[in-house]
Structures are given as structure tokens and as C-alpha cells.
């Protein structure tokens, strides 16, 4: 499991994204991993069918966890199961790398019990407890809570990073959601937007502080906090 970091949001709009973005340049740099102005992320979250994952949220509740299957650019090979865990204005994130067939197993339903178990055991077996545990946690939630996919979150994201702090500040733009969950690999998947159009997620996360140059470079945006989430915001179009 990946250590617990600080999270802090923001909805901004397109006048403040591009102050924000001029400030950050010339003392961040790109994610290593975004080749051209953005790359786009996609996830299906899992939820109860009283939808306990966004009450909780809705309620603030402060420790709680959200399932989702995450992928980049529409590509099945870099799917992952990801467990994302906060606790209060902290996070953390556990996770496997997954198959397309696990994928689609999950998503659909059918025989994503038995595709679980052979993975924990096959996991356990090669001594890969981490990734085992991940599906250990994901078959409870589907055995015992009925947790199936409950909408899909795609975003347009544009990623700068600070080794100072291990800063990570993301802008994310034209948010949707759907549920059309055949087609979570389909690049021409479209949806229904969770904001208004000029309206966009400001995304900071550290480690144990905040270095002052970053907080001298934000300074005067005006910035927002604001609990929602991505997740949220998209169900709510649909329920």
C-alpha cells in the first residue's frame, strides 16, 4: 500500500487554470509518464446498490474506501484494481495490475468470483501478498456487499510534479460520466458531463508538507477547497 498523502481540491475555471498553469511552469516539471498536453484517465467505480460509497462521501464520512478499475488512454494492458483509502485529508492507494479478461470479468459480473480466487491464490503462490490482498478486499466487497459497477469517470488530465515534498498538482478537464460499461475501453466512449463547461479539478497532493514555494506560487488564485469528488459528481447524474 502506497504511504498516506495529503489531498486537496479545488473546482476552478478556465481564467484561474491558466494563471495557475503559467505560475507552476518554470518551477514544475511534466509527469514523466504525459507525452503532449494531457493524457486521459478512466475508471469504473464499484459501489453497493444503496450506493454506500457516495452517501459516505456525501456525509463526509472520514474514513472510507472506494473501488475502482483504472485505465490510461483507453489501453486494456495498463488496467489496474485500485482501492483508493482516505482518511480525513489524507489518502492512500492499494492496487494490481490486472488483465483484460479480469477486467471485463469485474465489470460484467460473470465469473468475476472465480477469477478472484484463482488470482489471490495465483498471487499467494508467487509471493505477491500486496496484489493478492487487493483481490482478497474486492471479492469480500462483491460476495458479501453486492458491490458492481456503479459509474464510469473519464477525464482529461495535465499532470506537474515537484520532488520537494513529492508535490503532484493535476489539472483535470472535460469530466464525464457514463454507463455504458461494455465499452470501458472504447476511446470514442461519450457521456454526461458532471460540471459546467468552464469548470475544472485542481488537484494538489504531498507528502508531509507543502514546500513555501509552492504555496508563495498559488498565493493570490483565490482557490476554493472543496470536498466533492469525481466519483460524486458523475453518479449524481445518473441517480
Do not use: W
Not at 5 to 18: A, H, P, Q, S, T
Not at 63 to 92: P, V
Not at 110 to 121: F, K, N, P, T
Not at 195 to 217: A, Q, T
Amino acid at each position: 500500500m502506497d504511504g498516506y498523502r495529503k489531498e486537496l481540491k479545488y473546482i476552478v475555471g478556465d481564467d484561474v487554470m491558466l494563471d495557475c498553469r503559467c505560475r507552476i511552469a518554470s518551477l514544475m516539471k511534466k509527469d514523466a509518464h504525459q507525452s503532449g498536453s494531457f493524457y486521459r484517465i478512466r475508471s469504473v467505480y464499484f459501489d453497493s446498490p444503496s450506493h454506500t460509497c457516495f452517501y459516505e462521501n456525501a456525509a463526509g464520512v472520514s474514513t472510507r474506501e472506494k473501488y475502482r478499475i483504472r485505465t490510461y488512454n483507453c489501453r486494456a494492458d495498463l488496467a489496474i484494481a485500485e482501492i483508493k483509502i482516505r482518511h480525513r485529508e489524507t489518502i492512500s492507494k492499494m492496487s494490481a495490475k490486472i488483465s483484460e479478461q479480469m477486467a471485463d470479468a469485474l465489470i460484467s459480473g460473470g465469473g468475476a468470483v472465480r477469477i478472484l480466487s484463482e488470482a489471490i491464490s495465483e498471487r499467494k503462490k508467487e509471493g505477491r501478498e500486496d496484489e493478492a490482498r487487493v483481490f482478497e478486499k474486492y471479492l469480500a466487497k462483491i460476495s458479501t456487499l453486492a458491490y458492481r459497477p456503479s459509474v464510469i469517470v473519464d477525464y482529461e488530465r495535465d499532470a506537474y510534479v515537484y520532488d520537494i515534498g513529492n508535490v503532484r498538482i493535476t489539472f483535470d478537464r472535460n469530466v464525464f460520466g457514463s454507463q455504458e460499461y461494455s465499452r470501458f475501453f472504447d476511446e470514442n466512449l461519450t457521456g454526461r458531463p458532471a460540471l459546467d463547461g468552464r469548470e475544472h479539478i485542481l488537484e494538489i497532493k504531498y507528502d508531509e508538507f507543502l514546500p513555501d514555494e509552492i504555496v508563495s506560487v498559488l498565493g493570490g488564485l483565490g482557490l476554493q477547497r472543496t470536498s466533492s469528488s469525481k466519483y460524486a459528481a458523475c453518479l449524481a447524474r445518473f441517480i
